[in-house]
């Protein structure tokens, strides 16, 4: 079987150190990859003049898998987000985040086990219609739903929870006031459940589902939704597993995925050895599951598992006094 070649984006601040754990945990674990590097963010900006640059974009196209630290998008206007540039141009319509509880990492909750699915193509996020009076006291933008692309996403999630022998479905709306997007979506969501009688559906508007996950996070399983609100479910998620540090993110579209950390850049740790790089090894597992090596990323699991537990060279985000380098010492023992 030839190897699999990952295209790697370590990204900014502090992107390569997390990144270089992640490659140093995966070869312990017996992954075998070769890995192909590119730029993109803010260091692609000064070296190449471009926040994506065309090579990297062919090595995405080329190896169909990529692990990537977290971009830096310029403030201001004229610079489009790098992540809706990266899924738009690869049609990467299902952005996936699980949250887990780990012993050890003080949050609120023990037991969440929860993947927010997320359109990752239409809605706001579209950036169809932005525009600003000349005199700047009006502006507008266009949400757009389509039946294809909501259909795309419910079915997505049905799927992964038949595959990972999951219960619940949750479809999270706002049917009642945006009754021709969010309208629509939640239709189909109807029409999508009635496909899987195996799968226990519910529905959920928006703002109730805010106060649900704080409330009682534990009657979620899987939720499903369109890409704003998905978008702020899946930070608030996080925060019931201790913060974005502990979340990982996919994007997935047909036959090409991308791989990442969900956190910012922290240009002010950055090169500091401080950084927690949990949530892209927890990004390098999906990736695993991903690749069908479930053994591996079980075994990556089990080790981050123990390590946070134990409080063994912990980051301070966790309560402990270590660095990058120490924490990822300790996975690497375990493996």
């Known amino acids: 079987m030839a190897k699999q070649t990952i295209t790697v984006i370590p990204g900014d601040g502090i992107g390569p150190d997390i990144i270089d754990a992640t490659i140093k945990v995966l070869d312990k674990a017996g992954c075998d990859f070769d890995y192909e590097y590119a730029d993109a963010g803010l260091v692609a900006l000064e070296k190449h003049g471009e926040l994506v640059p065309e090579?990297?974009?062919?090595?995405?196209?080329?190896?169909?898998?990529?692990?990537?630290?977290?971009?830096t998008t310029p403030v201001g206007e004229g610079f489009t987000s790098i992540n809706v540039t990266l899924r738009k141009q690869f049609q990467l319509y299902a952005n996936v985040r699980p949250v887990l509880s780990f012993k050890g990492t003080k949050a609120r909750y023990d037991n969440i086990d929860i993947i927010t699915i997320r359109e990752n193509?239409?809605?706001?996020?579209?950036?169809?219609?932005?525009?600003?009076?000349?005199?700047?006291?009006e502006a507008e933008a266009k949400s757009l739903i389509t039946r294809e692309g909501a259909e795309r996403i419910v079915t997505?999630?049905?799927?992964?929870?038949?595959?990972?022998?999951?219960?619940?479905?949750?479809?999270?709306?706002?049917?009642?006031?945006?009754?021709?997007?969010?309208?629509?979506?939640?239709?189909?969501?109807?029409?999508?459940?009635?496909?899987?009688?195996?799968?226990?559906?519910?529905?959920?508007i928006v703002d109730n589902c805010c106060m649900q996950l704080v409330m009682n996070p534990e009657q979620f399983d899987v939720i499903v939704t369109t890409n704003l609100f998905g978008d702020i479910l899946s930070d608030l998620c996080a925060g019931l597993v201790g913060g974005l540090g502990m979340a990982p993110g996919a994007n997935?579209?047909?036959?090409?995925?991308?791989?990442?950390?969900?956190?910012?850049?922290?240009?002010?740790?950055?090169?500091?050895?401080?950084?927690?790089?949990?949530?892209?090894?927890?990004?390098?597992i999906q990736m695993l599951e991903y690749l069908e090596?479930?053994?591996?990323?079980?075994?990556?699991?089990?080790?981050?598992?123990?390590?946070?537990?134990?409080?063994?060279?912990?980051?301070?985000?966790?309560?402990?006094?270590?660095?990058?380098?120490?924490?990822?010492?300790?996975?690497?023992?375990?493996?």
Not at 121 to 137: A, F, K, N, V, W
Not at 166 to 189: E, Q
């Open 121 to 137: 193509t239409e809605g706001m996020y579209s950036g169809l219609g932005q525009t600003t009076t000349e005199d700047g006291s």
């Open 156 to 204: 997505f999630a049905y799927e992964t929870a038949r595959k990972e022998g999951r219960k619940k479905v949750t479809a999270v709306h706002k049917a009642n006031i945006l009754k021709s997007t969010s309208g629509l979506f939640l239709k189909v969501a109807r029409e999508v459940a009635k496909r899987y009688p195996d799968i226990e559906s519910t529905e959920m």
């Open 55 to 71: 090579e990297t974009l062919k090595l995405i196209e080329k190896n169909k898998i990529t692990l990537k630290g977290p971009l």
């Open 252 to 284: 997935i579209g047909k036959g090409c995925a991308i791989f990442e950390a969900v956190h910012g850049s922290a240009p002010d740790i950055a090169g500091k050895n401080l950084a927690n790089p949990t949530s892209v090894i927890l990004a390098a």
């Open 293 to 335: 090596m479930a053994d591996k990323a079980d075994a990556i699991r089990k080790a981050i598992t123990d390590v946070i537990e134990s409080g063994d060279r912990t980051t301070r985000d966790l309560g402990g006094t270590h660095g990058t380098t120490d924490f990822t010492e300790a996975l690497l023992e375990r493996l």
